[in-house]
């Protein structure tokens, strides 16, 4: 039923092509067998030209809704092209011998991977995505979350346009897989001046992130089924690289100094620790001086390798920046790992590790084989911004603000929930822990703040083993102190209303 109006401003071909198509979809063919006229018998039919109606087919054909068969015509395609764009439902799924399905795309994978499955977790749900990835419209007071508003982007799109003016098609190619020579040793020059780590450049790598920096690393120098201990509770995404490259996580308890290192006679030793010692995420903890020169001997005498992972040591609020780790080792056992989410914006994605000398070539080999590098162009930046001095003034600038947020966001949740919560003021970092006095609160306590757009992360769903007593992880350094006081009056009248 083709009617073509010829007062449109439509195209005559366009209109038989629309309509053609429209009737194709609409089920009208369906066995593959549905033979069209011939473009002279249907140019006759409807008074237009056979030039029109080849158009019309020509374009049909490209689409997929026809085929032409030798010395036969033009039939309708089997099958249409929305089959392959439309979900395939199980109830519709053609039938094999045996009465097996032959839809596989409407089923489930017949095979998993047992390392996906390891994935797995109750304790990560969309709660604490949530919490790991965004503070989307109307959601506040997430951890780890910087203040990226304040970034200086204007200065970062000078310096792109002028590396890219400088450096031009060069940027645009593959690049080394240890990462842009300049930036490399921009991050040493800072990490020996500031944070007291002993390297060259030659020994820094390139990630994309801390947590491909742990992935990297664990591939690097472990072997499937090896031990790898972490934090309990503690940061979740390093339990997963490890358990991605093939490693037994065993799940370390700690103490006001730091993780345990006691261990059963029996137990397996680890291969690899990881710690954050300048600020343990989410308690806070920074490790005691004894206690890491005491992992630092268990490391030595039981040859086992620590990942330190300094995420955001840069922001310490009382007293000067810890010095790391890895600077007070002398036999090559600690491999030092920091990122620029926290310092710039989490959507650069980069990140390096410190590397012993002799893991360097393994590293960049896992690096190639991941993904062989980062953005060119963001690294070029990156160096830049770090060798002009805008690196460390932001820095500067930022923990100035983030105190500030600090001590008011301290003094306001005490004023108006020091009934239901113990605060837990840590000494740096964009988070704190808020332990409630009432442990049976917990439930209403957390279906409140889901409700009215409050985003802490409660504590038990960073924990493995641990039995810790019900507390929220809040976050405090991307919001103004007009917004956090808007956040915690919410909050405050909410559990008011619901007789918490």
Known sequence: MIRLDRTSTEPLHQQ???????????????????????????????????LTVNFAFSKLHAEGYLRSKAKSGTFVAHPLPETFLSPIKLSTARIGRGGSEICPAAKRPSRIADRVVELRDQRVGNQFDLGRTAAGPG???VPSIPAVDEFPVAVWERLRAQVLARKGAHLLRYASHLGDPDLRKAIAAYLCDFRAVRCDPEQIVIAAGMQQAMLITAMAVMNPGEI??????????????FILAGAEVVHKPLDNEGLMITRARRDPLPKLIYIAPSHQYPLGITMSFQRRQTLLDFARAHDALIFEDDYDSEFRFVGPPLPSLQGLDNSGRVIYAGTMSKILFPSLRLGYIVAPEGLVDAMAKIRNAIDQHSSPIDQATLARFITEGFFLSHIKRMR???AQRRDFFVEQFNALLRDRFTLQVPDAG????????????????????LEIGIGPVPLPLVCIQAKLKPAFIFGFAAWTPAQIRES?????????????
């Open 228 to 241: 790898a201990w972490v934090e309990d509770p503690g940061y979740l995404q390093a339990r997963r690289a």
């Open 488 to 500: 915690l009056v919410k909050l405050a009248s909410a559990l008011k209303a619901k007789g918490v």
């Open 430 to 449: 964009l988070n704190m822990v808020a332990w409630l006095k009432r442990e049976e609160d917990f439930p209403t306590v957390r279906r409140i703040t």
């Open 139 to 141: 959601i506040s007071l």
């Open 16 to 50: 038989l092509y629309r309509q053609i198509r429209d009737e194709l979809r609409s089920g009208s063919f369906s066995d593959g067998a549905s033979r069209l006229p011939s473009s002279r018998a249907l140019a006759v039919e409807l008074g237009i030209s056979r």
């Open 400 to 402: 100035t603000i983030y």
